[in-house]
């Protein structure tokens, strides 16, 4: 039996997340993360794609990715294969980095991609205990580069998309929904 084929939508965000296996720590510090991104920058220079939420926890990742013209697939497949291989040179290890292929689910309205960017940015306050009083304070988080108005260092983080889903492309309107608890978040949006 063959695997399973991912539904790829071309121009489409899709929610792209994957686990550690075992679930155990994959991204110990600061040289992993940076090896995450400078590997999306050479996927980026040979097919161009478009990040507009990301976090790159501890043992897992959430990424909101517009592939572009290659799939996600080959994206998503080109990115594990060469985080393993630097995963494993750098400590000394064989075997599995992930704890299975990636998961990915195409995000086709506005609405969707609101709820999901604000699921992903969320992560690191919705640990127990969370692992930052405030979003913005996790620099592995595209969050920090809206709510603080920083150019993002890679060409392919993508800080426009989002905010045009609201009026004026107010990234600020966005931050506010993004900070909102879930009971919340349909007050913010009756707003709009």
């Known amino acids: ?42 996927i980026h220079e040979d097919t161009p794609i478009s990040i507009s939420a990301f976090c790159i926890m501890t043992n897992h990742y959430h990424i909101l990715l517009k592939p572009g013209e290659a799939s996600i697939s080959k994206i998503m497949g080109t990115f594990s294969k060469r985080y393993t291989d630097y995963y494993n040179r750098r400590y000394d290890r064989v075997g599995h980095v992930f704890q299975q292929r990636f998961n990915s689910s195409p995000i086709i309205d506005s609405h969707g991609i609101l709820q999901v960017s604000k699921y992903i940015h969320r992560n690191p306050i919705n640990t127990n205990p969370p ?7 996790y620099h592995y988080s595209s969050y920090h580069y809206y709510k603080n108005s920083i150019e993002p260092p890679y060409p392919y983080i993508n800080l426009h998309d989002i905010p045009a889903l609201l ?23 009756k707003n709009w």
Do not use: W
């Open 167 to 189: 009026p004026d492309q107010n990234i600020q309107l966005y931050c506010k929904y993004a900070e909102t608890a879930d009971e919340e978040t349909q007050f913010i949006s």
């Open 131 to 137: 692992i930052v009083p405030k979003m913005e304070d």
């Open 1 to 42: 039996m063959g695997r399973k084929r991912r539904e790829s939508v071309p121009d489409a965000y899709h929610h792209v997340y994957c686990r550690g296996n075992n679930r155990e720590n994959i991204f110990h510090d600061e040289i992993d993360m940076i090896e995450v991104f400078r590997l999306f920058k050479m």
